[in-house]
């Protein structure tokens, strides 16, 4: 796994796009951003302002999707 210290959310959202997830980053109000599984349905909230901590969630989010840490690393390259 890669360090999550720098990610940020424009980082997230070009990751889940080349991992096939729904990406949505009109609805809703402020800058947060909808990801979705189009395997299960399942749904996930990006926030703009990310930490250590919610990189780390997010990470873990994708890993239950059932992607491998190979393919989230290199998405995120």
């Known amino acids: 796994m890669r360090s999550l ?3 940020k959310q424009a980082d997230w959202i070009r990751a889940c ?3 096939d997830l729904e990406v949505n980053t009109k609805s809703g ?3 947060h951003c909808l990801i979705k599984s189009p395997r299960s349905g399942d749904k996930y909230t990006i926030q703009s302002k990310l930490f250590n901590i919610v990189n780390l969630k997010i990470y873990k989010k994708l890993l239950e999707w059932g992607f491998t ?3 989230i690393d290199k998405a995120l390259g």
């Open 5 to 7: 210290s720098d990610i």
């Open 17 to 19: 796009k080349k991992l």
């Open 69 to 71: 840490e190979e393919e």
């Open 29 to 31: 109000k402020g800058s």
